[in-house]
C-alpha cells in the first residue's frame, strides 16, 4: 500500500511541476532601478575558398551587456541603459596568423582588428523595449560611435587600414546593426499565453553583415519553479532586399542558407534569457565587384559553423 501511494504521490509531482494545459505568459517585466547582466559568446570556423585557395578562419566574439533600467512608462515599456561591460575578439587562421584581445586581460598592444571592440569598453546607450519583447527605439548610439572613434589608436605600420576599420564598424555597430542584434536577442517572445508544448514563430530580415531572413519556430518545452525552457530550431534563407556592403571601391554582396538549432532558459520574472547555446549551419557566396585588377565579379564560396551561448555577466 506505502508502494502505491508513493507511486501516486511522484505522479501528482510530476503533474504539479508541469501542468498538462496550464497557459504561461511570457513576456518583459521590468523593474526601475534594477540591473541585470548577459554575456554573449559566438564561436564560429569560417571557410572560404578564393580563386582555388581554401582558408579557414577560427574566430569568437564575447560581448557582455550590462542593463540597467532607468524608467518604465503605464504601458510597460522600459527605458534601458546599455553598458558594453566586457568585450572580446580572438581570430586564427594559417595563412593571417592569430590575434587576441580580452577586456578582462588586456593586452599591451590592442591587434588592429580588434580596436573597436576594446574602444567600445564601458560605452554606452539606451534603449526603449516593450513588454512583448520589441526594441521600440534606440538612442544614443551616434554619441557613442563617436566617441569610439575617436579613442581608435592604429599602430603607424596599419594606419593604412583605419578607414578600412572605421568602415567596418560602422556596419557592425551602426544604428541598424545594434537594432537588429537587440531585436534578434530580446523579440523572441509569444503574443499571448502559451501552453507547454506549444510552438511560436518569428521572422527576421537581416541586412547588416550577413543579411539574411530568418524563420525561428520556438516551443515551450517546460516551466520549473522560475525558468521557461525553450527548444529552437530556424531555417536561413538569402535575404533579396539587402544592399551590397561597400568598401572602399569595391562592393561585396552575401547570399547565405543554412539551419539554427538550440535551446535558451528564460527567467520568467524578467523574461530574459539566462542562459543557453544556439548552433548555427550556414552555406553561400560572398560576391565581390570592383576589386582592382578584376574587371568581373568574384564569387567566393562560404561555409560557416559557430554556436552562440548566453550567460549571465
Not at 575558398?49 to 524608467?71: A, R
Not at 545594434?178 to 541586412?207: A, H, Y
Not at 538549432?261 to 560576391?287: H, P
Request: proline share 6%.
Amino acid at each position: 500500500m506505502k508502494r502505491i501511494q508513493l507511486v501516486v504521490l511522484l505522479l501528482v509531482v510530476g503533474f504539479l511541476a508541469c501542468p498538462t494545459g496550464q497557459k504561461v505568459l511570457l513576456k518583459m517585466n521590468f523593474k526601475e532601478g534594477k540591473h541585470y547582466g548577459i554575456l554573449m559568446t559566438t564561436a564560429q570556423v569560417i571557410s572560404q575558398e578564393v580563386q582555388g585557395q581554401k582558408m579557414e578562419i577560427n574566430q569568437t566574439v564575447k560581448m557582455g551587456f550590462d542593463l540597467d533600467v532607468i524608467k518604465v512608462d503605464p504601458a510597460g515599456d522600459a527605458r534601458i541603459k546599455v553598458t558594453y561591460k566586457r568585450t572580446a575578439f580572438k581570430m586564427s587562421s594559417p595563412m593571417i596568423g592569430s590575434f587576441e584581445y580580452d577586456s578582462q586581460d588586456p593586452p599591451a598592444e590592442v591587434p588592429p582588428v580588434a580596436v573597436g571592440y576594446a574602444a567600445l569598453l564601458d560605452k554606452n546607450f539606451s534603449m526603449i523595449i516593450t513588454p512583448a519583447g520589441k526594441v521600440k527605439k534606440v538612442e544614443g548610439l551616434s554619441a557613442m560611435f563617436d566617441e569610439v572613434i575617436k579613442e581608435i589608436e592604429i599602430p603607424k605600420e596599419a594606419e593604412a587600414m583605419k578607414k578600412q576599420i572605421v568602415d567596418g564598424l560602422k556596419k557592425q555597430f551602426g544604428d541598424e546593426a545594434i537594432t537588429e542584434m537587440l531585436n534578434r536577442t530580446f523579440n523572441i517572445l509569444p503574443q499571448d499565453s502559451i501552453t507547454v508544448g506549444g510552438s511560436w514563430t518569428r521572422t527576421t530580415k537581416l541586412s547588416t553583415m550577413y543579411p539574411m531572413v530568418v524563420e525561428t519556430k520556438y516551443t515551450l518545452r517546460s516551466v520549473k519553479e522560475t525558468d521557461a525552457d525553450l527548444l529552437i530550431t530556424a531555417t536561413v534563407k538569402p535575404n533579396p532586399d539587402a544592399q551590397p556592403m561597400t568598401l572602399g571601391v569595391m562592393t561585396m554582396e552575401y547570399e547565405f542558407s543554412g539551419t539554427m538549432d538550440g535551446e535558451l532558459v528564460l527567467d520568467l520574472e524578467s523574461g530574459l534569457t539566462k542562459s543557453g547555446s544556439i548552433n548555427q549551419v550556414f552555406t553561400g557566396k560572398m560576391k565581390i565587384s570592383g576589386a582592382p585588377g578584376s574587371e568581373k565579379p568574384t564569387e567566393v564560396p562560404i561555409n560557416i559553423k559557430g554556436t552562440t551561448s548566453f550567460e549571465p555577466l
